[in-house]
């Protein structure tokens, strides 16, 4: 069953006529609509929305920072502080208003907020006073369980106060959220039923002390569950449109007249963050299709900023609307409703993009909030956890190796051996131990799982810090343990040279776990350059006809990184995300030795026909739709991965 939530206490403050005034005309559904305030005898009805606030509660990050609406004039935007004064102004005088976001509210980018479960941007989003969200990709980057039991309602788990339930700005423990997540289209792959509830009902004040419902229908993009980062076994996501349709037609036999869809997909529509212009994207496909029934479109995780109308099936225009990312904007759509049956006067719409610009003072609330985080963070990140007894580097030898990669591919093995945590509640396979591991150290496209040398620090004799390990390697991708054979295992080896345009031999090095020994002839031709018996696991030769199971990050095995051999791997597990994960095996390790780069071997090195290849020693910097460099590199790995036909960032 679907929840219902009454009305609840709003923040308040000043109108929209300002604001609206100051960056530009809101769309329109008719001309009718720009005398809508007039209209008293219908019921309205305000919806605030934003998206993809990935944990930003300080500032837009990077290139996000600024963003251009008509005539190319410019606003610096974001931060929590901000986003609280100017919904405050939006709210002053509504009867009616209901804010909302449809996805990535949490995880994906931001350390102050995603070192700390994310309890940060939770605490913010109450304070905001967040009504509901749709679940995004991102809200499944650790588990069902984690967004149900932990973020909604505050279960701890397993070690409350380093793991998660920090005490917030108040000095409490952690209580979840305050507001519920919904999705139609995010199911369990054996029974079909749907992770969480498909949509809510809410109802508003009609006069008189009559209620009227609105629906709010939620999608999850699809391809979520197969997703690098929300890599979920045991969930699958159903199409778009057919669940759309479906839940808007059971909206309406019980009684629901106006009804809302708000998605985590998106599309692009040009520049000017308050108009839209040559639109495109599933999102966009989707809005032309979907139900006539369906008064309002709100999308997300395309991080594109557009706001305009769209005709339904039958020619009649709705919003179709986006806004941003890291709290550049917030979304107004304005209804009218009819008393009697429920109904929005379409003709009636308007929508406009606010900026959340940086002009205006900030809320005192919510500047204390962000801020008592970001010196929560800053202050985790000194935390020792465990000792080195000398540098680790990605300095790499004539074979490719280096004592960064074995480093990162033992702690592979080790994660691909770890029981599964109690939240982990999304595998469908038993957790059959790793055998060997895998770690891309330096892919020819994509992201390397490995971010920086763990330098030795002299003046602490050593000491590594919660900070250095999770910033070392990471971004925000499981490690998984899946079953391959022999000869995917061999063909992965080969496929670490490929040809250039131009015929350079290229070589993206595999850093492999301390059980594995193997040796590569330098003068052979690409595509033959391993011999299956010199590739030796647990003293052992490759075996081409055996399974194996084998640990690695699921960027890797899904081919983001280049390397296609593992396609088709069987009974995957998923495991912690990649930074936590490394930090709890520096904490169970307590000390780190590097050791003797002895894993690869070069057969006929001293050849004249010998050729290693050369090393891609950095992906290219990753842009984002508008132009701007990705400074997260989470974001830049989703930017860059092989076969993202869409190239969305998240």
Known sequence: MAREFGRRTFLTAAGTAVTTAAVGSPAYASAHARDAATADDLVDVQLLNITDLHGYLQAAPGGTAVITGAGGKTYTVGGVAYLATHLKRLRDGRRNSLFFAPGDLFSGWEFDAESLADEPTIEALNRLGLDFATAGNHEFDKSPAFLTQHMEDGVAFPRAGWDDSFPDSTGQGFKGANFRYYSANMVWSRTASTVLPPYNIEWVDAGKGRKLPIGFIHLTAVGTDTGSTSYQPALSSLDELVTANHRAAELKARGVNAIVLSMHDGAVAGSDFNSGSDPSGPAYDLARKVSADIDVIVTGHWHCRFNMMVPDPHGVPRPFVEAGCHGQLINEINLRLDPRTGKVVRALTTSTNHPNTRDVTPDKELKETADYWTGYAARRATTAIGKQTASFTRTRDDSGESTMGDLAADWALWAGQQPLGPMNNANRYPNDPAELALIVSAPQVGQSVINQDL????????????????????????????????????????????????????????????????????????GDRVDPADVLIDGRPLDPARRYRLAATSYTLLGADGFTAFAGFKAPVRHVRDFESFVAFVQEKKQLTPAERNRVTVANATARSARVGEIVTAAPRALGRDGAAVTSRAEAAQLTRAGNEFNVPC
């Open 455 to 526: 330098t030795f620090d002299t003046a602490s004799g050593g000491t590594v810090t919660f900070g250095q390990a999770w910033k070392a390697i990471g971004y925000g991708d499981p490690i998984l343990t899946v079953t391959v054979s022999g000869r995917q295992l061999h063909d992965a080896l080969e496929q670490q040279w490929t040809t250039a345009a131009d015929g350079t031999l290229r070589f993206a090095p595999l850093a492999v776990s301390a059980n594995v020994r193997y040796t590569f002839d330098a003068t052979g031709p690409v």
